[in-house]
């Protein structure tokens, strides 16, 4: 078997997806899989099954396909969609204010709108139009099918009133009448349905627009990933450096990395040491010490000594590209969600064909006059036309996101709000999530007699010379408690160690404790008892507390020890205590380590620790979560939570984050504070109810109202009025939305 990609053109709404791959799964042996939002098919065959068959029975089901080719789509290629929109709305307006406001109309004001509306109907409303035409070539309907019928038919009838009707004669005035048509007692002949026919364009036009743009952003966390690495690379060439793009590396190549250089590729280090910021491929806090032997990571980034690097994995091998490939499958293998409407869709538009069909044959059977059986008719149809159900997704959405980045929530689209109403677990990852990702000064313990002022003090000013993240940290708090501070002389770093020099005269070190048995630096005398006990104390109870403890000496001897940590963000306990109260349970899940990630969690409030996992397994822990039956969100902020991200049933990344971990996610958090993912989940699950209480709105005003249109109790005009009013329900409805409290209000106030 083998698995192949194909890209689909022509796809208008989830049921198109769904038509091609019941086509594509007919065929022998055939496994398919069609993704609506990435506008994908991924398909198993086996090895005989060629991929022009493939192509053959996507386009015999009326769409297009073809193998995927490397580009980046230009601006021109999105752009078609908006023009239409936009000339609509400028088109659709006048027409729809003549129409409902009487007093507005001039003499030959309906000639000015039939020249309006023509371009609406047939240039603007095209995409429909020739949607229909291929769904009826294959005996097939969609919202697309009766938005093509509504709109042909009231502009049809328009014509025919202006043309036959008298509704053409200079001077007429067309009056907006809600009485009921009694049975078979008017003839509407004269009456005009243009701002019925631009109103659905424009309405659907956008409905389709605000889908286009969140679909556009599906392959953008794939792209994102790959262009994190390094484009060009210093390779060792007969002892000389050369810069070469990182395409041109191969296996055995050595290469050089500088001080806050990235590593181009996965590789093994064979000369120098140094500390390397992995934080972003395995969400590690602090950077790991390597040296010649040990393996590095492409795209991880050098923080301390020059490095040289022998080339292990090149191009689509490296783990780089690995997270990337995953990313794409995990977008790949989301489920296509329906919309409530595409799914009613399959049943409603065949229906009301047929009714309104079946109302024009019997109002001819019983006598009525062909221009009162085609006014029924067509009422049923306008009646139906999906105006409402146009603006209800899209309103809601509108009004919601707007509301949303007010407070702090990026909501991609209407697709991402199903999953918040089925939540019921939520994975957080601890840096940059829970914690600020940020060393800060956690603990001071100096030895017995020494000032521990005196302590913080000298070990920021020699650790002020140095770009280390714990070395950032000390210097900052003695900063911060000291002012200025004094500057070091004959300073060294010791990649892996630590860091000396001299400071007001004294010899200051400041690092792991091996460096201290190098220098044969003595506790000390017995004469003051209890240094050496002190000391061992703090770096045991430091590490069970799972922070980072750097020892401190001058004069040859050791004289404290100093703590440092990833500090918890003020608002994260609030956040976990007010998602529990969701209905959620917190999960924390970490590349850190263990004893770091349960300090951190019992900080927050968390039970459940997930420690120690590389991205690869977090998607894995995503996966097996949602194999327990749980419906997972994940929150996180790195390039190692993408995978996760885009393996959830929701993913949410904070906008401090990388751009990978943004794009890979559903819900986007501006503020950096976990307090915003509450409001997420709060906001999307109250958006997808105003959107579902939208369609059902609309829905029980087609239902109610198609059987009085086909009586011949609602003229077509008074179907306008009714369709009118029904959107105008839609979007009241909707701005209900911007009375939406954040939480982080609540919190500062109580």
Known sequence: MQTLELEIEGMTCASCAARIEQRLNRLDGVAATVNYATEKARVTVPEGVGAHELIAAVESAGYRAELPEPRHPAPAERRPLRTRLLVSIVLSVPVVVLAMVPLLQFPGWQWVSFALTLPVVTWAAWPFHRAAAVNLRHGAATMDTLVS???TAAFLWSTFALLFGGAGEIGMRHAVSLAIVPFGARDASGDLYLEVAAGVTTFV????????????????ALR???????KDVAVLRDGREQRVPVDRLAVGDEFVVRPGEQIATDGVVVDGRSAVDVSLLTGESVPVEVEAGDAVVGASVNVGGRLVVRATRVGADTRLAQMARLVEDAQAGKAAVQRLADRISGVFVPIVIVIALATLAAWLLVGGTVAAAFTAAVAVLIIACPCALGLATPTALLVGTGRGAQVGVLIKGPEVLESTRRVDTIVLDKTGTVTTG??????????????????????????????????????????????????PEAFENRAGLGVHGVVEGHLVLVGRPAMLAEWAIEPEPAAEPGTEASVADALAAEAEAGRTAVVVAWDGRVRGVIAV???????SAAAVSR?????????????????????????????????????????????????????????GDG????????????????????????????LTLVRDDLLAAVDAIRLSRRTMGTIRGNLFWAFAYNVAAIPLAALGLLNPMLAGAAMAFSSLFVVGNSLRLRTFRSVSRDVRQG
């Open 205 to 220: 036009l956008l409905g389709r627009y605000l889908e286009q743009r969140s679909k556009r952003a599906a392959g953008a």
């Open 149 to 151: 019928l509504g709109v």
């Open 565 to 571: 940590a990833d500090a918890v963000k003020p608002t």
């Open 639 to 666: 390039v190692n939570d993408a995978v996760a991200l885009a393996r959830a049933d929701l993913g949410i990344a904070m906008g401090a984050g990388s751009d990978v971990a943004i794009e890979a996610s559903d």
């Open 438 to 487: 940020r060393m800060s000064l956690a603990a001071v313990h100096p030895a017995a007699g020494v000032d521990e002022g005196e302590l913080l003090r000298l070990a920021g000013a020699l650790e002020h010379a140095s770009e280390h993240p714990v070395a950032r940290a000390i210097a900052e708090a003695a900063a911060s408690r000291f002012g200025d501070l004094p500057v």
């Open 224 to 230: 994102a990933l790959l262009e994190l690495g390094a």
């Open 579 to 635: 998602l529990r109260a969701l209905g959620l349970e917190p999960i924390l899940l970490t590349g850190d380590h263990e004893q770091v990630a349960r300090r951190v969690a019992a900080e927050v409030g968390i039970d459940r620790v997930i420690a120690g996992v590389l991205p690869e397994g977090k998607a894995e822990v995503i996966a097996d979560l949602r194999a327990q039956g749980r419906s997972v969100a994940m929150v």
